[in-house]
């Protein structure tokens, strides 16, 4: 990773989107902790590469639109001007087909479920 992609934070709250377009449902009514979910996932997100990890970061965790995200993302090429809003929704669609991958999915499944089980045991 590179210096840029260091300081990246994460916090369980801002992330239940990214898990309910992984899923394409809504989960955060169905998962009384996000916690534990969120463990799943924690340990997903820095497998992807920085530059996917940072468009999650900026439109999911600091609510960035897709034109803001486009003016502060760094340029791979050494062109001038903020990165298009086209190619900002390319690279969100990325990451979340990246996060859907059998094998990165298989941990937050493995998260959620477990999560579902602690909660609904009768």
């Not at 916090?11 to 902790?33: A, F, G, T």
């Not at 001007?81 to 990325?94: A, D, F, L, V, Y």
Request: with cysteine; net charge positive.
């Amino acid at each position: 990773m590179t210096k840029i992609y260091q300081d990246i934070s994460f916090s369980p709250e801002n992330w239940v989107s990214i898990l309910e377009d992984v899923y394409r449902v809504s989960i955060s009514d169905k998962l009384d902790s996000i916690d534990i979910a969120w463990d799943g996932l924690s340990e997903v997100l820095p497998t992807l590469e920085g530059r996917y990890l940072l468009v999650l970061k900026r439109l999911y965790a600091d609510g960035l639109t897709l034109k803001e995200c486009g003016n502060k993302m760094p340029r791979k090429d050494k062109l001038k001007g903020p990165i298009g809003t086209e190619r900002i929704r390319q690279m969100k669609h990325k990451a979340i087909r990246m996060l859907r991958h059998p094998s990165r999915k298989k941990i937050i499944d493995s998260c959620i479920v477990g999560a579902w089980r602690l909660n609904h045991k009768q």
